[in-house]
């Protein structure tokens, strides 16, 4: 009877085993179709001469990048991805001594999700989008008022490439409060080492300031049952906080007698993402002349692979460009480039909605960043950044910002707790899809088979908070210093 269980499990560990060696062959079969295999010849064309002569010039040829004869001296780094993802890494590997190259499709640096957000900088959060009680949400929500939600689940969700995929992890992945607390713990550690990334930055640079001017970060709650859940948890996490004594005069008196529960949080300020973003930028060429270099309206279409099956390339609408290693940071669209390699990475377009609002001059709203169950504020460049709204859906919608949900609920609500009569023509509104993985964890991880191709994203709403944090440990993955398999790929299923 042993014999013949003993003789079972090896048959079912076979049969999957097999299954999944399957499984692996027929997804590196895409590399076949979308990406270009050298032969030695071209490979050496591309190495000594950077374009390669005869019948397949148009298609190898070289970027003019390649020769550059400064930055060939050092290990090259080919970061794909210009918002503040790609462009914190490329700031800490130039620090480290490796020699960068920056592409981005559009033709300006951080114009996505990185260009006009909330602002907010929140490195000891403890709530993922993604729990069990927000999946349920956004089931309910689908039959619900667009305007009485915050967080909605769009059945153009199907369209989405991975969502299967994306789907079938959550469920797994956050199924029970335990499993959500680990997650919790993960994002903590990459905030934490954001904040010491941060430190190194105000010591060395000028780079943050004017920034972090908030000077405390208030949540405010519409039960004593919500902020003292909110209490524990935070406790829980040993995290500093404090109950706030209710205001006593302006707009900070308005909300609290809305919203009569209120937390303060000890770390928490507000940045323009898009401001640090080229500040960054800035002090890159400034300090690394000739380690780093810069190529927007760069479309990257695959990679070129050498005669052993290596990638030496990605291939660019403006040509092949050599490098050393690649960086993946192309948010939610990072999956149509991975997709390449025979990498299905599970991340989805969560659209969100900013909205720019002059509000009367008060100190209120100068000090304080503060969120509630409907929207996130803060005060910078001279205008409350409202933060409000989350769809998971997909990303080809091309709507007016100021007439979609989102945005409209975010109003209401401001101008209900303060008594303000704001119309939407008076405000600057903008949407993005912020990318989120099926646990609100990025990926920050080696690419499977392909040991020198790296992934950096999936930072959610996120990417001002872990910007920093992520790019240190990519660093040490990439460096071999450390591994984390808390951010690794592999942690999700059919990938």
Partial sequence: MVNQLLIYRAFIAGSLGVGYFIYRKMLSATMVNHNLLLNQTQTNDLYNRNYAQGANNAIIAGHNVNRQEVINERKKVLIIGAGIIGIAQSLKLLSEGYSVILVDKDQDIAQQASYYNGCVYVPESVKTMIN???????????????????????????????????????????????????????????????????????KNTNILEGQLTCKELLGFYDSEISKSSMMQTLDKFNIKHSEKQKFKSGYGQLVSEKLQHCIKFD?????????????????????????????????????????????????TSQGIILADYFVISGAHKTKYLTDKLGIRVPIMPVKGWA??????????????????????????????????????????????????????????????????NINMDDCYVRHCYRPIT??????????????????????????????????????????????????????????
Avoid at 136 to 164: G, Q, S, V
Avoid at 401 to 407: C, I, L, Q, T
Wanted: with cysteine; glycine share 6%; hydrophobic share 40%.
């Fill in 132 to 202: 069990p009680a927000n999946m349920w949400t956004l089931i309910k929500n689908i039959f619900k008022n667009p305007e009485d939600t915050t967080l909605r689940f769009n059945m153009n969700a199907f369209f989405e490439k991975y969502f299967m995929i994306w789907s079938l992890n959550a469920l797994l992945k956050t199924t029970s409060n335990s499993k959500v607390h680990s997650l919790v713990e993960h994002q903590l550690q990459m905030g934490r080492i954001n904040m010491i990334e941060m430190e190194k930055l105000q």
């Fill in 267 to 315: 770390v928490g300020s507000n940045i323009d993402t898009r401001q640090l973003s080229e500040r960054i930028i800035d002090y890159c060429i400034d300090n690394f002349s000739g380690r780093f270099y810069i190529s927007t309206n760069t479309n990257v279409k695959g990679f070129a692979l050498d005669p052993k099956g290596q990638i030496i390339g990605a291939m």
């Fill in 355 to 420: 909205l720019g609002i002059r509000v009367p001059n008060d100190t209120f709203f100068k000090e304080y960043t503060f969120f509630t169950p409907q929207y996130f504020s803060t005060y910078v460049n001279n205008e409350i950044r409202l933060s409000c709204g989350a769809e998971i859906g997909s990303d080809f919608s091309k709507e007016i910002p100021s007439e979609e949900w989102g945005a409209k609920m975010g109003l209401k609500y401001f101008n209900q707790h303060f008594g303000f």
């Fill in 438 to 495: 099926p646990d609100d964890i990025p990926i920050i991880s080696q690419v499977p088979v392909f040991n020198n191709v790296f992934i950096s994203a999936g930072h959610g709403s996120k990417g001002m908070t872990y910007c920093f944090g992520s790019a240190e440990i990519l660093f040490q993955i990439l460096s071999g210093i450390k591994e984390y398999p808390e951010y690794n790929i592999n942690r999700f299923y059919l990938v």
